[in-house]
């Protein structure tokens, strides 16, 4: 499931995980997507998180990577 939070947030549920993709910035307003998989472990265990950072600079080649990596799923 997808769901649009604000402009600059998007989020996608996939059974267990959700997957959060967030727009920022840093102290010098250089922006910035932070893409965060959280993960429930099961009642009363929490969830997992883990984030990455992905700037400006690579953006183009991790979305190339992205899509080469998805496009072998099928």
Avoid: C, W
């Amino acid at each position: 499931m997808f769901r649009t939070d604000t402009n600059n947030s998007r989020t996608i549920r996939a059974g267990s995980n959700t997957y959060f993709f967030d727009l920022k910035e840093t102290d010098d307003g250089k922006p910035f997507l932070v893409i965060t998989q959280s993960r429930f472990k099961g009642e009363g265990k929490g969830h997992d998180r883990a984030s990455l950072a992905v700037f400006p600079e690579t953006s183009q080649e991790f979305l190339q990577t992205a899509q080469d990596m998805l496009s072998r799923l099928t």
